[in-house]
Nanobody, 124 residues
Framework: QVHLVESGGGMVQAGGSLTLSCAAS????????LGWFRQVTGEEREFVAA????????HYSNSVRGRFTISRNNTSNAVYLQMNSLKPEDTALYYC?????????????????WGQGTQVTVSS
């Protein structure tokens, strides 16, 4: 099992930036991919971005491509989500998730370990 802890959420005005962090511990050698998802209360969880841990390839949803960047720290088991040009519609609870095998990297059902989430609120 991989233990994930998110941080960096907060409140920001539209057009601003935030960087989310996800610290991974436990069976980190099993990680195949780390992803970021977000969820608004009453709505389904939405894919945001993902990073294949060994290959280093990144994936983004159409709604954030060009504004958000996912990256990792090669010396620690951490992944980051740099969010620029934030919009009110980016407001959500953001989750970090880990998967230990190849699969549909955009699907939340493929990820087995999840953090508690960090709230991002963008005001207009």
């Amino acid at each position: 099992q991989v233990h994930l802890v998110e941080s960096g959420g907060g409140m920001v005005q539209a057009g601003g930036s935030l960087t989310l962090s996800c610290a991974a511990s436990g069976r980190t050698f099993d990680i195949y991919a780390l992803g970021w998802f977000r969820q608004v209360t009453g709505e389904e969880r939405e894919f945001v971005a993902a990073l294949a841990w060994i290959a280093g390839t990144s994936h983004y949803s159409n709604s954030v491509r060009g504004r958000f960047t996912i990256s990792r720290n090669n010396t620690s088991n951490a992944v980051y989500l740099q969010m620029n040009s934030l919009k009110p519609e980016d407001t959500a609870l953001y989750y970090c998730a880990a998967s230990d095998s190849p699969g549909p990297i955009l699907s939340d059902r493929w990820y087995s370990d999840w953090g508690q989430g960090t709230q991002v609120t963008v005001s207009s």
